[in-house]
């Protein structure tokens, strides 16, 4: 069982910028990969970005070049860090962990993009 816990999430002005973090504890293992999603108020959930175990990222279109995804292996810790926010980037932003055929969900944190 690995248990993931959301922080970092909050109400900021448009241009500004949060701090996501996701921390998993468990049974981590050594080789998984990580994925921020989103979901905004009637939408459906959408995939952010993702961080494989060897460190290699890929991002959604809308947010390559804000976003940046990173992790801490000795922490299990992700992060997301998210600079020039837009009202559109409003939404319950999730962690995704996986490695093999397990994979587990965080309960999510609000983000607010808003004047």
């Known amino acids: 069982q690995v248990q993931l816990m959301e922080s970092g999430g909050g109400l900021v002005q448009p241009g500004g910028s949060l701090r996501l973090s996701c921390v998993a504890s468990?049974?981590?293992?050594?080789?998984?990969?990580w994925a921020w999603f989103r979901q905004a108020p009637g939408k459906q959930r959408e995939w952010v970005a993702s961080?494989?175990?060897?460190?290699?990222?890929i991002y959604e279109d809308s947010v390559k070049g804000r976003f940046t995804i990173s992790r801490d292996t000795v922490k299990n810790t992700v992060y997301l860090q998210m600079n020039s926010l837009k009202p559109e980037d409003t939404a319950v932003y999730y962690c995704?962990?996986?490695?093999?055929?397990?994979?587990?969900w965080g309960q999510g944190t609000q983000v607010t993009v808003s004047t």
């Open positions: 995704r962990w996986i490695s093999g055929t397990r994979m587990y």
């Open positions: 468990g049974s981590i293992g050594s080789t998984n990969n």
């Open positions: 961080i494989t175990s060897y460190g290699s990222t």
